[in-house]
Nanobody, 127 residues
């Protein structure tokens, strides 16, 4: 059974940093593409960063330069380093996984691309 467990969320002041982690179990982690999504109250869940099995990465434009996605296959762990946080970054952050053969550059940020999801970790940024 595939399980994804996020951690690292919390409360931080604007301008601060956080590092989120997502530990995967029940999968051959290296064979999956992974993404981070987030959902703020009243908004749809949006894809913000992606990394595939070759460590190719994509970001939504608003995250470039502030957020960094990374993976450690030996630890079955996905990371999201977030810097220069602003109140608009406040949201529930989710990791998602899909087997590599089903991952495509054109669809990395779509919810329906991914079969496996974590329960989320909350991030709150105060001004």
């Amino acid at each position: 059974q595939v399980q994804l467990v996020e951690s690292g969320g919390g409360s931080v002041q604007a301008g601060g940093s956080l590092k989120l982690s997502c530990v995967a179990s029940g999968v051959t982690f290296s064979g999956y593409c992974m993404s981070w999504f987030r959902q703020a109250p009243g908004n749809d869940r949006e894809g913000i960063a992606y990394i595939d099995s070759l460590r190719v990465t994509y970001y939504v434009d608003s995250m470039k330069g502030r957020f960094t996605i990374a993976r450690d296959n030996a630890k079955n762990t996905l990371y999201l380093q977030m810097a220069s946080l602003v109140p608009e970054d406040s949201a529930m952050y989710y990791c998602a996984a899909e087997i590599t053969s089903r991952c495509h550059r054109s669809s990395w940020s779509r919810n329906r691309t991914y079969t496996h999801w974590g329960q989320g970790t909350q991030v709150a940024v105060s001004s």
